[in-house]
């Protein structure tokens, strides 16, 4: 059997510069496990896209994220646009430096990119579903994304749009409580409906959760039901659940329990369309990166991919 010819896109930016400094020690594992390996840097927001785009075009068919969920989110757009060959031809992995590196935990593939690269030559893989989201940006024209893990609407959304203006602190655990508690003072519930498989729920929802991966924002579980293979999106709604419950029951959402909270619903749904009025739209994000406004559709795509998982 040929060795795979593996092609990685390095983030230099993820986890607080982690990528930068751990790349000269990646490239060294990289060689001792005897992987044969292309790469780029990317060195501004977006590139990734280009780069996987660009690694499929030249006939690379495994394909390595070395970053975070970000960064990870940009090589699978790039491998979702290519038009060169079908999605379910290529293999991803992702060795993991970021800050939060959500999207392996549901997968148990290790956070220690030393451990995560013993996985490349074993390969052992999975087919895992990919989203596609349409929604309207701020001059009201329709874009797209492609996900697979995790968007947020509502609250969700609101945190990661104003996490957008950083100060120069804004890389500490400081800054970050310090985001929680604004926002949880001036949010307030999105009124919205959602239309998912011939249902439909119109509510001022506090959160909307919509993944298939189980953790979001640095570990917690708001669709612990979410499974990347069974072809169905996972979604998790909140309505008059009190902005301080998202301090004062914290571990609720990290050990998943807070699901079972009596203003929350849960179910699964292969397609979804969230609207809201003009003038008090809702908002999306997905993996972590702000998107846009409504109208918002997600579309399942089911296996469309093979993933290096343990």
Known sequence: MNTPQWFLIVNPMAGNGRGKKHWPKIQQTLQEAAINYDYAVSSYAGQAIELAQ???????????????????????????????????????????????????KTHGIPKNYKKAIELLPKNNTIFHDIGKVYYHNSKGDQQHRFFMNVAGLAYD????????????????????????????????????????????????????????????????????????????????????????????KSHRFYNGSIVKHKEAMSTQAKHLKIEASDDQPAYVEVDGEYLGRTPIEFIMLPKALKVIVP
């Open 157 to 248: 959304a609101y945190v990661t749009k104003a996490s957008k203006v950083r100060p120069s602190w804004g890389n500490s655990q400081l800054y970050y409580f310090y985001l929680i508690a604004t926002c949880v003072a001036t949010y307030k519930p999105s009124p919205m409906k959602i239309i998912y498989d011939g249902k439909t729920i119109e509510y001022p929802f506090y959160n909307v959760t919509i993944g298939q991966c189980i953790y979001n924002g640095g570990g917690t579980q708001l669709v612990p039901h979410a499974d990347p293979q069974d072809g169905l999106f996972a979604m998790t709604v909140f309505k008059d659940i009190k902005s301080y419950e998202v301090i004062t």
């Open 54 to 104: 660009q690694a499929v075009e030249k006939g690379f068919r495994y394909i390595a994220s070395v970053g975070g969920d970000g960064t990870a989110n940009e090589v699978i757009n790039g491998i979702c646009q290519q038009e060169t060959v079908a999605t379910d031809n290529i293999t991803f992995a992702i060795i993991p430096v970021g800050t939060g590196n959500d999207w392996i």
